[in-house]
């Protein structure tokens, strides 16, 4: 089965920067859509950006000219570049993907479980 790992997450002050690691591993044949996204205590979970095999990305508004999202594909690994964190980017980040295994023809989402991002004031 596919496996998403995220790594990278740590305490922070204001205006710092982090950079987030999802490595994907399994029997893949094919990744499309890859995403980040984000909960805090209490609430839902949120986008925080999205990138197509051929690097076409999306972010929401709270983030955008702060994160960059990428993508190795050799790698099957994205990533998450985080600067000028504020304490509202408090939040576990989560890794989302769409997968095709060699095993199965249609691909399926697939979770990571989370790092924890924390920015103190």
């Known amino acids: 089965q596919v496996q998403l790992v995220e790594s990278g997450g740590d305490l922070v002050q204001a205006g710092g920067s982090l950079r987030l690691s999802c490595a994907a591993s399994?029997?893949?044949?094919?990744?499309?859509?890859m995403g980040w996204y984000r909960r805090t205590p209490g609430k839902q979970r949120e986008l925080v950006a999205t990138i197509t095999p051929s690097g076409v990305t999306n972010y929401a508004d709270a983030v955008k000219g702060r994160f960059t999202v990428s993508r190795d594909n050799s790698k099957n690994t994205a990533y998450l570049q985080m600067n000028s964190l504020k304490p509202e980017d408090t939040a576990v980040y989560l890794c989302n993907a769409f997968v095709r295994t060699y095993r199965d023809g249609s691909y399926s989402d697939y979770w990571g479980q989370g790092t924890q991002v924390t920015v103190s004031s």
């Open positions: 399994g029997s893949i044949f094919s990744i499309d859509v």
